[in-house]
């Protein structure tokens, strides 16, 4: 099939773009490149530089290409951030995706791979949180990912619009394989972070509290690989495709990870001392969050395999050590 991949050069964006073209669909990333960059653009991919917040490039470039579904993966995702500033989420996740749904309309464009998260769950009631799980988001970032749900769900009802909306869990690690290179600019999540440290372009790792109610006392997440991520979004849209039919999924490893425990790990596989400091709990922060991913294996005959810890750390230090 032919596939606009909407924010294909970011850095999940990336990863998806490299699996769909070697499971032979032909692919058009959209990027307007304010966090993605050129370097994670494959040779056998067509490339527009376009953005989604506006309409008529979207609608080109689905026209121009003939794709037949859309991956959507071109949202800002700091979560800190968007609690700062909700009105730049608002504008380029929720009006960014409302365009790709009107021009999926307007073209006759008929799947969209969503890219949705774990955020919309918010704090969890009972672990691990499946799909049934209440969504009552804690952060904005969250929120405006559930809001897509819901717009997606009444598009696909309106206009036969088939979707997947994927909520991922804590995404990690890097291509197992070595195709992609690119660092992600100013991150915020714990492993690039603590790759930066590792590897001296920051001082050092915060931890962001260890009183918490865990073996440890730091956080527990569910990381996921990019690479899993990438497969489920290829699984997804043969499902989708193939049953006519939306689904809403988690992806996760189902294996719950202490900062703590992603830290030490790291300074084995580096072999780096990597100076961390406690500091105190950041705002909004659950204790614990692992998923259920059962319903993605029963659906997709999904399950990931490049999860474990130590995957996760060394294909991100493949890429870190080199800069
Ligand atoms: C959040 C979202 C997730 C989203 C992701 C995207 C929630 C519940 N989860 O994950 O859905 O996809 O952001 O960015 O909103 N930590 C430190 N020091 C650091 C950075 C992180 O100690 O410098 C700790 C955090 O306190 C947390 C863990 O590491 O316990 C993971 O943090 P992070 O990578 O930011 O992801 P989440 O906040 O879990």
């Known amino acids: 099939m032919n596939i606009l991949v909407i ?36 040779s056998g991919a067509a490339f527009v530089h376009g953005d989604t917040l506006r309409y008529e490039q979207l609608i080109s470039a689905m026209r121009d290409s003939g794709a037949g579904a859309a991956v959507y993966l071109a949202a800002f995702k700091a979560v800190g951030e968007s609690m700062i500033k909700p009105e730049k989420y608002s504008v380029n996740n929720i009006i960014g995706a409302m365009h790709l749904l009107n021009a999926a309309s307007e ?4 799947y969209i791979i969503f890219s949705s998260s774990a955020a919309v769950y918010g704090e969890p009631e009972y672990l691990p949180v499946d799909e049934k799980h209440p969504t009552n988001p804690s952060n904005y970032y969250g929120f405006t990912k ?6 997606l769900s009444w598009y696909d009802r309106l206009k036969g619009i088939r979707y997947a909306s994927l909520r991922y869990f804590n995404a990690a690690g890097y291509d197992v394989k070595g195709r992609v290179t690119g660092l992600e600019q100013n991150p915020s999540n714990l492993i690039p972070v603590i790759m930066e440290a590792a590897c001296g372009m920051r001082g050092e ?8 109610d865990t073996p440890d006392g ?33 992806l996760g490893s ?3 990870v202490s900062v703590t425990e992603v830290l030490e790990t790291a300074r084995r596989v580096t072999g780096k001392a990597i100076p961390a400091k406690i500091t105190g709990r950041r705002a909004g922060d659950p ?3 692992t998923a259920s991913a059962a319903m993605a294996g029963e659906l997709l005959g999904w399950k990931a395999r490049y999860s474990d810890m130590e995957t996760l750390i060394r294909t991100s230090w493949d890429v870190y050590r080199d800069k």
Do not use: M, P, W
């Not at 790792?205 to 918490?212: A, H, I, K, R």
């Open 146 to 151: 559930l809001e897509i749900e819901k717009f």
């Open 287 to 289: 204790a614990k969050l």
């Open 107 to 110: 073209t006759g464009l008929k």
């Open 205 to 212: 790792l915060q931890v962001f509290g260890n009183d918490y």
């Open 7 to 42: 924010g294909g050069a970011g850095y999940i964006g990336s990863h998806v773009a490299r699996e769909l073209l070697d499971r032979g669909h032909q692919v058009t990333v959209f990027d307007n490149l304010s966090s993605g960059l050129r370097e994670n653009l494959f």
């Open 218 to 250: 730091t956080c527990v997440r569910d990381y996921i690989h990019v690479n899993d991520l990438a497969a489920a979004h290829a699984l997804a849209l043969d499902y989708v495709s193939g049953n006519d039919k939306s689904i809403t999924v988690n």
């Open 254 to 256: 189902e294996e719950g």
